[in-house]
């Protein structure tokens, strides 16, 4: 059965500084996914992995992908208020990690 | 083109009450999941449907049940609700299983259960 664990669950940073989330699964995935959630809303997708060494960017935000290691990273760079959000990865069809919180602020 | 589409958006039940929410894929997509998300979780997978046949369910109770109509609209049946049932109710379609399939959320369904 697929577990898929994230960590930080909660992250607090200021604008314009880096940081990364991790997300490791338990057992072998095919595919690996990112989504955004605002709160009272649906989740928004960010990304889709499918190979090892994947690697997809979209602004500030850049996701990995290490079926090897079983770990997927998604890299936050010079954060701004608007990334706000709990972020979620997610394996196979579709086993959620339990998020992570993002605050940035001023 | 219309998103996914769920309805409706929020719901008051009292508990043992039956309840039926309802989910429009994309146009084109024949896959439908369903998810529940507790406040502060991430979503549960319930159901997976595809060309109208169930192809996955979650560790659900039999009081959950759904199904997918030939048009690959979905509903969601959930029986003899609990004050735990109440969530967020979410739906995602997706064209196809398996592969590179991407899966798109609706606006969720706010059930509370009293």
């Known amino acids: 059965e697929l577990k898929v664990e994230q960590n930080p669950l909660f992250l607090s940073m200021q604008e314009g500084k880096n940081y990364t989330i991790y997300c490791n699964y338990s057992t072998t995935s095919d595919r690996l996914y990112w989504y955004r959630q605002d709160p009272g809303k649906s989740l928004e997708s960010l990304f889709v992995?499918?190979?090892?060494?994947a690697v997809k960017q979209e602004g500030r935000l850049m996701a990995s992908l290490d079926t090897k290691a079983r770990l997927s990273t998604l890299h936050i760079t010079a954060a701004v208020h608007d990334l706000s959000a709990t972020y979620f990865c997610?394996?196979?069809?579709?086993?959620f990690g339990k998020g992570t919180k993002l605050t940035v602020n001023p | 083109d219309a998103g996914v589409t769920q309805s409706p958006t929020h719901l008051i039940k009292t508990r043992g009450q039956q309840v039926t929410l309802r989910c429009s894929p994309i146009s084109g997509h024949k896959s439908v999941s369903w998810y529940q998300q507790v406040l502060g979780q991430g979503p549960q997978f319930i159901f997976q449907?595809?060309?109208?046949?169930?192809?996955g369910r979650g560790n659900f109770p039999d009081r959950f049940s759904a199904r997918q109509f030939p048009n690959y609209s979905s509903e969601l049946n959930v029986n003899a609700l609990l004050l735990g049932d109440s969530a967020l109710y979410l739906c995602?379609?997706?064209?196809?299983?398996?592969?590179?399939?991407?899966?798109?959320f609706g606006q969720g369904t706010r059930l509370t259960v009293v």
């Open positions: 997610a394996g196979g069809w579709l086993v």
């Open positions: 992995l499918l190979s090892n060494g």
């Open positions: 449907y595809y060309e109208k046949e169930e192809r």
């Open positions: 995602a379609s997706s064209p196809r299983l398996g592969g590179n399939t991407e899966a798109f």
